[in-house]
């Protein structure tokens, strides 16, 4: 079982360094000029059992060895300070320093949301954007389906994955109404897919304005990133912090009407929001690029609007509404479902809330269930590479200065919020252990923030860095932690 494990880890990263050449990215500094609130310092009811035992082939890593590796690197933080680390081909827990404690994850959290998106969904699942005839005669309605990639046109050549188009949505439309002899309609606009608030509780003000996230609706393209001139920006572009369009929906429908112009379909009066009637007859319909492509996207770039959507997507799958606090509910049951409990508190599906709670060890689960689970395989390859793609690259985010040892052999999701940095994923240390790991600092003094997540760039190169399976060294300490103080095994 192991060796199979591990031939499945080495595959993907072979696929996964070739891939992030072709799809590295600029991402620049994102939320670190956010004041976020953070978790309290005294340790909460944590994770359970979220990593089955399983027999072992040849010797793993020491804890005190891997306690060592990545002491050094952390000694500096003034942080809370929660590590864990495990043997992802069997689940065995190998060093555990606070790995159950709740902690901040930022975009950590992502991988909740992958991997439960994936494990109800699938990887082959597509989201629909569709038009309906509407009740009244001459009457059309836009209906979103929450697909979080559409866009107004085709993106540049070259970009990946390539979106469902409102141009080919319109085009489309104007064929089948020009069929029945109609040039001329009204437009309606339909968002009653998700229901609720359109912004979590918990964000603090100033999301939207520093182009962190738009407001999470039904119909949206371009997951309303915006031009200098407040156009749609039509293209994949994770650098652009302009402030995002504030009615997206409106906006999108805005950009259809303008479409069925271009195509001779004339729209009389503005788009009005209403719901669509059931059963209408459907008379033009584009879908999404498939589940495992769309989380490979949110993985590398970070992406809060794909992933609040696709959260809204598993509460739908499993029979709930689509709001924060359902999808929030059902991301946590999804958990369960896969065999990790406990050790999560979410509040939306992207990680930006600091009311967000999860612990290092249910990370860790989670990576460790999608060495297990072929469903779950696209959250492996859609992991950023250190040196090479997303938000491990450099320049890219606040980690992207990872280097040495872990260039290609480590894989991993970044997160950041004010006082918060965290980095969990996968390393293939210089004994040939697959390492699976979670590092997470909060309370961190904001002025300090990029040091902080350059000292986690350190540990975990270390441990790609570290012959773990050699004899254990006098242990070093950090973040005060007695645990490390005592150096146990």
């Known amino acids: 079982m192991r060796i199979a494990a591990l031939a499945t880890l080495a595959t993907i990263n072979v696929f996964t360094l070739v891939a992030g050449i072709a799809v590295a990215r600029m991402l620049p500094l994102r939320l670190a000029a956010l004041r976020v609130p953070t978790v309290a310092a005294a340790p909460v009811v944590g994770a359970g059992a979220v990593l089955p035992s399983g027999a072992q082939g040849g010797e793993l890593p020491t804890a005190g060895r891997l306690r060592s590796a990545v002491a050094a690197p952390l000694s500096a933080l003034r942080a809370q300070i929660s590590v864990l680390i495990a043997d992802p081909a069997t689940g065995q827990v190998l060093l555990s320093d606070d790995g159950t404690r709740l902690m901040t994850p930022a975009s950590t959290a992502k991988l909740v949301t992958a991997a439960a998106a994936l494990g109800v969904l699938g990887g082959d699942a597509r989201f629909s954007t569709r038009v309906v005839r509407g009740a009244a005669p001459g009457s059309i309605v836009l209906v979103g389906g929450g697909d979080p990639t559409l866009a107004v046109h085709p993106y540049p050549a070259g970009e990946y994955p390539q979106p469902a188009t409102l141009a080919a949505l319109a085009a489309q439309a104007a064929r089948a109404l020009k069929s029945a002899a109609s040039s001329t309609v009204s437009l309606g606009y339909d968002t009653s897919l998700y229901t609720g608030p359109d912004m979590a509780p918990g964000w603090p003000d100033g999301y939207v304005s520093s182009g962190n996230v738009t407001a999470i609706v039904s119909l949206e393209v371009d997951q309303g990133r915006l031009t200098a001139s407040g156009a749609p920006e039509d293209s994949d572009d994770p650098g652009n912090l302009r402030p995002r369009a504030t009615d997206p929906a409106g906006q999108a429908a805005a950009s259809f009407a303008a479409l069925l112009a271009a195509d001779g379909i004339r729209v009389t009066g503005a788009p009005v929001a209403q719901a669509a009637p059931a059963h209408s007859p459907v008379i033009a319909s584009v879908a999404s690029p498939p589940l495992s492509a769309i989380v490979a996207q949110m993985l590398q770039e970070s992406n809060n609007v794909i992933a609040e959507n696709l959260a809204r997507q598993v509460a739908l799958a499993v029979g709930a509404p689509a709001s924060f606090a359902d999808a ?157 103080r005592n150096g146990a095994p």
């Not at 994923?425 to 309370?443: N, P, Q, R, V, W």
Request: hydrophobic fraction near 45%; aromatic fraction near 4%.
């Open 328 to 484: 929030a509910a059902a991301l946590s049951a999804e958990l369960g479902r896969l065999g990790i409990t406990g050790g999560i508190r979410m509040s939306d599906g992207s990680g930006l809330s600091p009311d967000d709670a999860v612990a290092p060890a249910t990370l860790v689960g989670v990576l460790q269930r999608a060495v297990a689970d072929p469903g779950l395989r696209p959250l492996l390859g859609g992991l950023p590479v250190a040196g090479f793609s997303g938000t491990l690259s450099a320049g890219q985010s606040i980690f992207g200065g990872i280097g040495g040892a872990a260039l290609g052999s480590v894989r991993a999701k970044t997160g950041n919020l004010d006082t918060v940095t965290a980095l969990a994923g996968l390393a293939y240390d210089s004994s040939g252990a697959m390492l699976a790991f979670a590092i997470m600092a909060d309370d961190v003094p904001t002025a300090e923030l990029p040091a902080a997540a350059k000292a986690i760039d350190a540990a975990a190169t270390a441990l790609a860095g570290c012959g773990c399976r050699l004899p254990t060294p006098a242990a070093t300490t950090y973040g005060g932690d007695s645990e490390l």
